[in-house]
Structures are given as structure tokens and as C-alpha cells.
């Protein structure tokens, strides 16, 4: 190998063994391990930045091209600079970047170093872009603009989790706030935009707010679709006494790959154990129909689970766009 990359790779991916053990010399087997190690973390770091980049012009956008000249708000951190903005004239870029410091303080302290740096580079990103960046105002049709700025905007903020960091601070204190009170973090969000939506209707007009209602729903929208993808994946457990038709069933008919693992079934006034393999898989939702007439066809009193599954990496199942 190259003594250049070499000493890159003893300097990066191959520090932390130094730090642990002092180890100074490294085999052909463990540069070349740290090589690809290195390689990457590369390409992930690469692909964070494209996306974080995309979203931070695709919500300026939002911004500039369709929610300010209209004065109309979202939830979250971005709602609160909107408004203030809207009431003061203050600029947004600095209302953005005030506003979300606490919340990049938050996040270091619950979520980690590594995404707090990656957030407070991606707000002043943001910020950097509406202070020097010219959009055009596209229309001032207010359903228009609801819409169309709510999904720059919910785009905007998808894509820059999908790049592993926040433009909007809202969901850290979400976090936060979930674990100190035992609430869900939908619930803080929902009280935080029903204030948030209520003083826009009291300063701006309840005409305006109901139409950032809209915004923000188009935005919420967008985000899920950015996060989650086009396909929904649903996980399956099927426990049947013809377990192995189930089995092949599941990778020749569906051609997905299954795991099978060993289980008891219990039922009946004693308690009767039985063993039996129980075989689990993931599918898409579209792909649930054709499972279950498959099942019916094998066996009809199969007991099936199928639970929602955020996202998958690896086996059978083909990959989301703009997996991260």
C-alpha cells in the first residue's frame, strides 16, 4: 500500500487501536482492513453532505420562494423564526440560528457530539443561505404557497435527516422532553405547534394560520415520505404446523428471504407446549395481499403477526432511495 495512505489510515480509521492498545505497527491484513474501513466511511460521509446540501436549498427555498413574502409560518423551531420574523422584520437567517442554539446544546448532551456538530453545520448552512442566496417569489396564490412551501420545506428537512443531522431543533427537545415526562415524542410536538399555531392566529390572523396549518401538514407529509420512502415494509411472523411450505413458499413464490427460528406454542386451559419453527420475513405493503392469499392457500388457521418496520439494510429486500 501506498506509505501516503498508509499513514492516512493509521491517522483515521486505525487511531482508536493506538489509543486502546499503544500499537504502533500494523499488518498488510489490518492496513488493508482500515483501507476499507476508511473507503467507507468516505462515501458515507460524502453522501451525508450531498444530501444535507440539497436540503438546506431545497427548505431555503421553501422559505424564500413561497413563506415569507406571504408571511405564513410552520411548526417547530422554523414556525417560531417565521413568526418572529413576521412580527419584528428581524431577518430569519439570524432568527434561525438563535433560536436552534439551545437545541444544538440539547442535542449534545442527548444525542451525541457527532450530531451536534453535523446539526449546527447544517442550521448555519441554512442560514448562510437565506442571507446570501436569491430566490424568486413564485406565486402569492395562498393555497399555493401552503402547499408548495410546506413540501420545499418538509423535503428540505427530510433530506437532512436523511444526511444524519436537523435543520429544525423542534425534535431534539421532543426527545428530550419524552424521556424526562415518560410522553411520546408525537404528543410534545403536537402541544408545541398548537401553541405555536395559536399565537399565529392571535398576532397574524386566524385566515393566516389556518393556513400555515396547511403548511405544515404538507410539510409533515413530505418529511415522512423523504424518511420513510415510497414502500412501507411490514414484518411478518407466521407460526403454522406446515411451517416449511410456508418457508418455501416465502423465497421461491414471494422471493424474499425468511428466517426461522425455534418457538413453543402454548394454548388451552393446561397450558399444553408444543415446539414449533416460526418463520418471519419482510415484505413491502403492497406485497401483504399476495402474502396472506399465499398463507390462506397453505394453511388457513396459520396465526400471522405483521408489524410496521421503519427501515431495512441487507438480505433480500431491495433498498429504499436515499438510504442512509
Known amino acids: 500500500m501506498n506509505p501516503f495512505w498508509s499513514q492516512v489510515i493509521i491517522q483515521t480509521t486505525l487511531r482508536h487501536k493506538r489509543k486502546l492498545n499503544g500499537q504502533t505497527r500494523y499488518s498488510d491484513f489490518e492496513l488493508a482492513k482500515g483501507h476499507r ?50 412580527l419584528t422584520g428581524i431577518e430569519l437567517y439570524i432568527l434561525i440560528l438563535c433560536i436552534n442554539i439551545p437545541f444544538i446544546a440539547l442535542a449534545y448532551n442527548v444525542i451525541g457530539k457527532q450530531f451536534a456538530i453535523k446539526t449546527a453545520l447544517s442550521i448555519s448552512g ?44 423542534t425534535e431534539v427537545l421532543a ?32 385566515e393566516i394560520a389556518l393556513y400555515s396549518i396547511i403548511t405544515y401538514l404538507a410539510a409533515s407529509k413530505t418529511l415522512d415520505f423523504i424518511v420513510e420512502g415510497i414502500e412501507e415494509y411490514i414484518g411478518v411472523t407466521i407460526i403454522s404446523s406446515r411451517h416449511e411450505e410456508v418457508r418455501q413458499m416465502v423465497i421461491s413464490i414471494m422471493g424474499r428471504g425468511v428466517t426461522v427460528y425455534k418457538g413453543q406454542r402454548g394454548f388451552g386451559k393446561h397450558g399444553e407446549q408444543k415446539e414449533i419453527n416460526i418463520v418471519y420475513s419482510v415484505v413491502t405493503r403492497l406485497e401483504l395481499s399476495k402474502l396472506n392469499t ?17 427501515d431495512i439494510k441487507g438480505g433480500m429486500t431491495k433498498r429504499r432511495p436515499l438510504k442512509h
Not at 131 to 152: E, H, K, M, R, S
Not at 176 to 184: A, D
Open 294 to 310: 399465499e398463507i390462506e392457500k397453505i394453511d388457513p388457521n396459520a396465526f400471522v403477526v405483521m408489524s410496521s418496520v421503519k
Open 126 to 169: 441554512l442560514a448562510l443561505c437565506l442571507a446570501t442566496v436569491t430566490f424568486p417569489n413564485v406565486t402569492n396564490d395562498n393555497i399555493l404557497v401552503a402547499a408548495f412551501g410546506g413540501f420545499f420545506l418538509g423535503a428540505g428537512i427530510g433530506l437532512a435527516i436523511r444526511g444524519g443531522a436537523v435543520i429544525d431543533g
Open 37 to 86: 474501513e476508511f473507503i467507507i466511511g468516505l462515501k458515507r460521509h460524502v453522501k451525508d453532505f450531498i444530501l444535507i446540501s440539497a436540503g438546506i436549498f431545497s427548505a431555503a427555498f421553501g422559505f424564500k420562494g413561497f413563506l415569507l413574502t406571504n408571511h405564513f409560518i410552520d411548526g417547530g423551531a422554523t414556525g417560531i423564526s417565521l413568526l418572529i420574523s413576521a
Open 175 to 206: 426527545i428530550f422532553l419524552s424521556r424526562k415526562f415518560g410522553t411520546t415524542i408525537g404528543d410534545i410536538i403536537i402541544v408545541i405547534n398548537v401553541l405555536i399555531f395559536s399565537t399565529a392566529a392571535y398576532f397574524l390572523g386566524v
